[in-house]
C-alpha cells in the first residue's frame, strides 16, 4: 500500500516536470502555429481535408482550426479577446460579429492586396463599407442571403401544387393541400427554438414591410417600436394564427430538428438560409466516396425525392424580400506576430484564390456563392428542374435582389429581436414586446 | 420498518421499486436504442471513420481527468492532513476561507479567468484544461480527505514524531497511505467531474484536436448539415461508460465518501 | 538538560508551523490565483460599463450596473425562477430519495441493481442528460408526446421546452432525474444511524407506514435534511449546464437564471460589467449559503 501511494505520486508529478520542459518557446520558431477560430464554415469535417491541403503546400505551417456553432463561436471569442488573446485568424460576418471585432482586425488593402485583386470588385468595396469605410478588415469568403423555404418538390406535385407560394393565400392553399394529402406529415418545420435563427426570422418580416427597416433602426432613425415593427410582428402572429407556424416551432432547433425533418422527409417545406443549397441536392446523389452530398452522414428516408427552394414569400405583399450580402470573411488578428502575416496571407489566398476554394466553395453541394472573379456555384449535382431552379433562385437573389445586410450591430438587440420573435409566437402582446426591444437598444 | 416483511409488504415493495426504475430505464435505454438507430452499429464505427477527431478527443478526456485526479490528491490530502493534525495559526481561518470557495460557479470569473491564461500563456493547452477545473474541486476534496484524517486520531502522528519523523514522512508514509478509503472516494468523484465537464473545456480550447468529449458533441452538431442524432447518441453512450464503469468497479468501496462528495455541480 | 529540551521543543514548534504552512501553499497559491484574483477583478469590473473588449472603453459607472440589475424585470424572472427551481428540486429529490432509501432497505432481490440504477445519473455528464431529455421533449417525434398519442392522451400533448409556461418544469424534471440518487445515498446513510430497535418497535407498536415515516424515521434523520437541502441550495444558485443545453433561457426569456443572465451578459451581449454585477450578486449568494452550511456541519459534530 506505502508503495502504492509512493508511485501514484510519482505519477502525479511526472506530468508537471514534461509541462516545464515544453513551456520553454524561441522567437521564431520551426514550426509556425497559426491558429484560425470560424463557426460551422468550413466545417470540423472540412478542417480535415483543408488543414491536410495548406500544410502540404507550407510544410513548416501548424494550421490550428476550430470551428463552433455560432452562438458558441460568439462566446468564445467575446471571452478570448476579452483577455486580449484572440486566433492570428478568426471569422466574422456583417453585422454584429463585424462591428464588435473589426477594431481587432488588421486593415487588408495592403497586406492582402494580391488577393483582394482577384475578387469581385463589388464584393471587396461591400467588405469595406461594412467594415466602417475606412478599412477592410475582412476578406470574403462568400456570399449568402435569408431566407428561403426549401420544399420536397416530389411531396408538391403528389398533392397537386403546380406553382410555388407567393403570399398567404397561395400559402394557405398549399398547406391544405398537403395535409389532405400528408395528414401526419408536417406542412413546414421552422426552427424557433435558436437565437441566432429567430434574429433573422425578426429581420425578415420587419423587411416585408419596408425594405431596409432593420438598418435604419440599427442606425437609431427609426425607433424598434414604430409602426412598421408593429405591422410585421402582426404578420408573424398571423402566420401563427392561421396555422402556417405551429407554436411546437419554439421546441424546434434548426439544427438538426428542422432540417432533419425536413430532409428525412417527415416535414415539406423548411425555411433556412441560402447556405444550405447543398441540400436540394437528391439524397442518392453521392460523391466519389460514396457520400451523400446532401448529407454527408448516410442516407435519407428520402433517397427518391426531388427537392427545390423559393424565397420565403412577402407576407406584406409585393416581391419576396432577402437579406445578406457576405456571409463569411476572414480576419488577420492586428496584433499577430510579424513571422506569422505571411502565412496568414497564405492563407487566404488558398481560401478564397487557391486550392481551398476549390474545395470549400467551388466542390459539389457547396452552399456559399464564391467571392472569386469569374467564380460560381458548382451546379453539377443539381439535375432535377426543382433543385437546378432553386439553385438559381438563390444566387439570383443573393447577387441582385437584397433588401439589406443580415443582423444589426449591438449584440443585445440582436439577440432580443430573436426573443421577441419567441414571444409574439407564443401568444405575447406585440407592442409590449416591441418596447422591451427599444428599452434594449437605449440600455 | 422494512425488515421482517410480509409477502404482501414484499410485493408491494418490489412493484414501487420497479415503476421507479421503469422512470430511469425509459429515459437512458431510449439514448442506447437510438444510438442503434436507422444504421446499427455503424453509427458508432462512423464517428472513427469519418474524420472526426473523436480518438484525440477520448484521448485528451482521459488524459485531463487522470492529471486533474492527481493534483487534485497532490495539492488536497497534505493539505487536508495539514489542517487535521498539523498546529498552526491560522489554520482555522484559512480552513474556512477555502471551504467558504466551495460552491462558487466558476461561471462567475470568466472574464478574469481569461486574463490569467493569457497571462500565462496557456490558452489552448493542458494546463487550462486541467488547472482551474481541477482548482475549483479542490475544497470539496480536501473537506472529504480532512474529515477522514480526522477520524485517524493523533495516536500514530505522536509515535512518530517522537521517532523523530518529519511531518512530510509522516504524511507520505502513514497518513496518506491509511487515509485510502477516502482517497478512492476522491479519486472516483473528481475523475467523474472531470470526464464530465462541459464549462472548462468550453471556455479553453481552441482547436478541435483540444477538445475533451463532452464538447465533441457540441462539435458534431456544428456543421450546416448536422450530424444525424444516431450519431450524436452514439457518441453520448461512448461518454457515458467511463464514468459509469469507474463508479461501478468501485462502488463497494464509495459508501462514506458518497455522502460528503456528491456536490451537485 | 533541561534549558535545552525546551529548547528543542521552540525548534520542533516551529518546525511544526512551517510544515503545515508548506502544507497548504499549493492550495492557497491555486485558489489566490483562480479564485481570489477573480473576486477582485469581478468586484472591480462591476462599477464599470464596458464591452468586454478594449481595455480603453472601460468606463466608470459606479454602482448603476447594480441599480440597473435590480430594476431590472429580467432579474425577478430569473430569481423566481431560481426560488421556484430550488423549492421543487429540493423537496421532491428529498421525498423519492429517502423513499428510495427506504425501499432499498428492505434489502430485497435486486437492491443492488436499483441502487446502482437510481445512481447513474449522478455519474452521468449534464450534456448526456440533456440530450437524453431532449430526445424526450422534442414536440414532433419526442419519447413523451408520442407516447402520449399513443394512449390517447392527445389533450396532453406539448411543445414541453418551447411553451413558456412548461419549459421551466421540464428543466427541474431533468434536474430531479439528474440528482436523486445523489440524495438517495445520502438517506441510506443517514438511516443507518437510526438504530434497528426503533424501526422494530414503529412495527410492533402496529403504527402504519406512513405514520411511523412521519413520527419516527423523518425526525430521525434531521441532521441529513439538513444537508440535503443545503446542498440543493447552493447547487440551485449555480444551475447553468442544464438550462443552457435545454432552453439557453428560453422561449422569450422564460426560462433565465441568474447563471444564463450573467451568460448572455458576458458572452453573447458584450456587458462584462453588468455581467460582473451579476457575479458579485451569485458570489455573495453562494458564500452566504456555504457559511450557513458550515454552521450546521459544526452543530451536527457537536451534538
Not at chain 1, 287 to 295: E, L, Q, S
Amino acid at each position: 500500500m506505502k508503495k502504492l501511494f509512493r508511485f501514484s505520486l510519482l505519477l502525479a508529478i511526472l506530468p508537471f516536470a514534461l509541462f516545464a520542459n515544453g513551456r520553454g518557446e524561441a522567437k521564431e520558431p520551426e514550426t509556425i502555429e497559426l491558429s484560425w477560430s470560424t463557426w460551422t464554415l468550413p466545417t470540423a469535417e472540412d478542417f480535415v481535408i483543408l488543414e491536410k491541403g495548406f500544410e502540404a503546400l507550407y510544410p513548416n505551417v501548424d494550421l490550428q482550426p476550430s470551428s463552433s456553432q455560432m452562438d458558441e463561436y460568439k462566446a468564445k471569442l467575446q471571452a478570448e479577446f476579452a483577455a486580449g488573446s484572440g486566433p492570428d485568424l478568426f471569422c466574422l460576418q456583417p453585422g454584429t460579429l463585424l462591428t464588435q471585432y473589426a477594431p481587432f482586425a488588421m486593415d487588408l488593402t495592403v497586406p492582402a492586396r494580391d488577393v483582394l485583386s482577384k475578387l469581385v470588385d463589388a464584393v471587396v468595396e461591400d467588405a469595406r463599407v461594412r467594415s466602417g469605410g475606412d478599412k477592410i478588415a475582412i476578406a470574403p469568403m462568400g456570399s449568402s442571403s435569408t431566407m428561403f423555404v426549401y420544399y420536397n418538390a416530389t411531396y408538391f406535385e403528389k398533392a397537386g401544387i403546380t406553382k410555388i407560394p407567393t403570399d398567404l393565400a397561395s400559402m394557405k392553399e398549399a398547406f391544405a393541400k398537403l395535409r389532405k394529402t400528408y395528414p401526419d406529415k408536417l406542412p413546414l418545420s421552422v426552427g424557433l427554438k435558436d437565437s441566432w435563427f429567430n434574429g433573422d426570422v425578426f429581420a425578415m418580416f420587419a423587411n416585408m414591410v419596408e425594405p431596409g427597416i432593420t438598418e435604419r433602426a440599427d442606425r437609431g432613425e427609426v425607433k424598434w417600436n414604430a409602426p412598421q415593427f408593429v405591422e410585421a410582428m402582426s404578420i408573424l402572429r398571423d402566420l401563427v394564427d392561421e396555422g402556417i407556424l405551429e407554436k411546437e416551432m419554439l421546441g424546434v432547433s434548426v439544427y438538426e430538428d428542422s432540417i432533419g425533418m425536413w430532409a428525412d422527409g417527415k416535414a415539406a417545406m423548411h425555411f433556412n438560409g441560402g447556405w444550405a443549397v447543398g441540400m436540394l441536392s437528391k439524397p442518392s446523389n453521392k460523391n466519389d466516396a460514396g457520400v451523400p452530398y446532401a448529407d454527408r452522414r448516410g442516407g435519407r428516408a428520402t433517397d427518391d425525392d426531388v427537392f427545390g427552394a423559393f424565397p420565403v414569400p412577402n407576407f406584406a405583399g409585393g416581391k419576396p424580400v432577402v437579406l445578406g450580402g457576405i456571409d463569411i470573411g476572414i480576419a488577420i488578428n492586428r496584433d499577430i506576430k510579424e513571422f506569422k502575416l505571411p502565412y496568414a496571407v497564405n492563407l487566404l489566398d488558398y481560401m478564397l484564390v487557391g486550392e481551398g476554394r476549390t474545395y470549400e466553395t467551388g466542390r459539389p453541394g457547396a452552399g456559399l456563392i464564391p467571392t472569386l472573379k469569374g467564380a460560381s456555384l458548382n451546379k453539377s449535382i443539381y439535375q432535377d428542374r426543382a433543385s437546378s431552379e432553386g439553385v438559381d433562385t438563390i444566387v439570383d437573389m443573393t447577387n441582385n435582389n437584397m433588401a439589406g445586410p443580415r443582423g444589426v450591430a449591438n449584440p443585445a438587440v440582436f439577440n432580443q429581436m430573436g426573443i421577441v420573435v419567441q414571444n409574439v409566437v407564443a401568444g405575447k402582446d406585440v407592442k409590449a414586446e416591441l418596447d422591451a426591444l427599444q428599452a434594449v437598444s437605449e440600455k | 420498518m422494512f425488515t421482517n416483511l410480509t409477502l404482501r409488504q414484499k410485493f408491494i415493495i418490489q412493484a414501487v421499486l420497479i415503476l421507479l426504475a421503469l422512470l430511469y430505464l425509459v429515459p437512458l435505454s431510449n439514448v442506447v436504442i437510438s444510438s442503434f438507430a436507422v444504421s446499427g452499429f455503424r453509427n458508432y464505427t462512423f464517428l472513427f471513420t469519418s474524420g472526426f477527431p473523436v480518438i484525440r478527443m477520448i484521448f485528451n478526456s482521459l488524459f485531463v481527468s487522470f492529471m486533474q485526479v492527481s493534483l487534485i490528491l497532490l495539492v488536497a490530502s497534505p493539505a487536508a492532513f495539514a489542517f487535521s493534525k498539523i498546529r498552526f495559526p491560522g489554520k482555522n481561518a484559512l480552513f474556512l476561507l477555502i471551504m467558504l470557495t466551495m460552491s462558487i460557479s466558476m461561471l462567475c470569473f470568466i472574464t478574469p479567468l481569461f486574463q490569467t491564461m493569457k497571462f500565462l500563456r496557456w490558452i489552448n493547452t493542458y494546463p487550462a484544461l486541467i488547472f482551474p477545473a481541477a482548482t475549483f474541486w479542490m475544497p470539496v476534496a480536501i473537506l472529504i480527505l480532512r474529515n477522514y484524517y480526522d477520524s485517524l486520531g493523533t495516536e500514530l502522528l505522536e509515535a512518530s514524531m517522537i521517532e523523530g519523523a518529519g511531518f512530510f514522512t509522516i504524511w507520505s508514509r502513514i497518513y496518506g497511505p491509511l487515509s485510502r478509503p477516502a482517497t478512492v472516494n476522491v479519486i472516483v468523484f473528481a475523475f467523474i467531474n472531470s470526464w464530465n465537464d462541459y464549462l472548462n473545456p468550453l471556455l479553453f480550447s481552441r482547436t478541435e484536436e483540444m477538445r475533451t468529449l463532452p464538447l465533441a458533441v457540441v462539435s458534431l452538431t456544428s456543421s450546416i448539415h448536422g450530424a444525424r442524432p444516431e450519431v450524436i447518441y452514439a457518441c453520448l453512450v461512448i461518454m457515458a461508460i467511463p464514468s459509469i464503469g469507474v463508479y461501478m468497479i468501485f462502488q463497494n468501496q464509495l459508501g462514506e465518501g458518497m455522502t460528503s462528495g456528491a456536490v451537485k455541480g | 538538560m533541561k534549558k535545552k529540551s525546551s529548547g528543542s521543543l521552540l525548534k520542533m514548534k516551529k518546525a511544526e508551523t512551517l510544515s503545515g504552512y508548506l502544507f497548504v501553499t499549493p492550495i492557497m497559491l491555486l485558489l489566490g490565483v483562480f479564485v481570489f484574483y477573480g473576486l477582485f477583478y469581478v468586484i472591480r469590473l462591476s462599477l464599470f460599463k464596458w464591452n468586454g473588449l478594449l481595455p480603453e472603453t472601460m468606463e466608470f459607472r459606479g454602482l448603476k450596473n447594480y441599480i440597473l440589475l435590480f430594476q431590472d424585470p429580467l432579474s425577478a424572472r430569473a430569481l423566481i425562477n431560481v426560488l421556484l427551481f430550488m423549492v421543487f428540486t429540493v423537496t421532491v429529490q428529498m421525498f423519492l430519495g429517502l423513499i428510495m432509501a427506504l425501499l432499498l432497505r428492505s434489502k430485497l432481490k435486486g437492491s443492488r441493481f436499483f441502487r446502482a440504477l437510481f445512481y447513474i445519473p449522478v455519474t452521468l455528464s449534464t450534456v448526456v442528460i440533456a440530450q437524453t431529455f431532449m430526445g424526450l421533449y422534442e414536440p414532433y417525434f419526442g419519447l413523451l408526446n408520442t407516447f402520449l398519442r399513443g394512449v390517447g392522451l392527445d389533450g396532453l400533448v406539448r411543445t414541453w421546452l418551447g411553451d413558456p409556461r412548461t419549459a421551466l418544469w421540464c428543466i427541474i424534471a431533468a434536474n430531479i432525474f439528474q440528482w436523486t440518487g445523489a440524495q438517495m445515498v445520502y438517506y441510506i446513510a443517514g438511516l443507518t444511524t437510526i438504530s434497528e430497535d426503533v424501526f422494530e418497535a414503529a412495527q410492533i407498536d402496529g403504527a402504519g407506514f406512513w405514520r411511523s415515516l412521519g413520527s419516527i424515521v423523518w425526525p430521525g434523520l434531521g441532521p441529513t435534511h439538513t444537508t440535503v437541502i443545503i446542498l440543493g441550495i447552493v447547487g440551485s444558485v449555480k444551475t447553468f449546464d442544464i438550462v443552457w443545453l435545454l432552453t439557453e433561457g428560453g422561449p422569450g426569456n422564460a426560462t433565465q437564471f441568474p447563471a444564463t443572465l450573467l451568460y448572455q451578459a458576458v458572452a453573447r451581449n458584450s456587458q462584462a460589467g453588468y455581467g460582473a454585477a451579476i457575479s458579485v450578486i451569485m458570489i455573495a449568494l453562494s458564500v452566504m449559503f456555504s457559511a450557513v452550511q458550515l454552521t450546521f456541519n459544526k452543530k451536527r459534530q457537536e451534538a
